[in-house]
């Protein structure tokens, strides 16, 4: 967002879980991953 956080958010219930600080610019991008590990086929 353009005060350089970004924040992950609880769809469920509407607030925010976390928020990560130390950005230098508006955070623009974020990619998402489960955690599973996965070989290419």
Do not use: F
């Not at 992950?8 to 599973?36: F, P, S």
Request: hydrophobic residues 30%; glycine residues 8%; negative net charge.
């Amino acid at each position: 967002s353009s005060d350089t956080t970004a924040r992950l958010w609880n769809m469920a219930t509407g607030e925010a879980i976390r928020v990560y600080q130390g950005h230098h610019k508006a955070a623009v991008c974020c990619a998402l991953h489960d955690g599973t590990e996965t070989s290419p086929s």
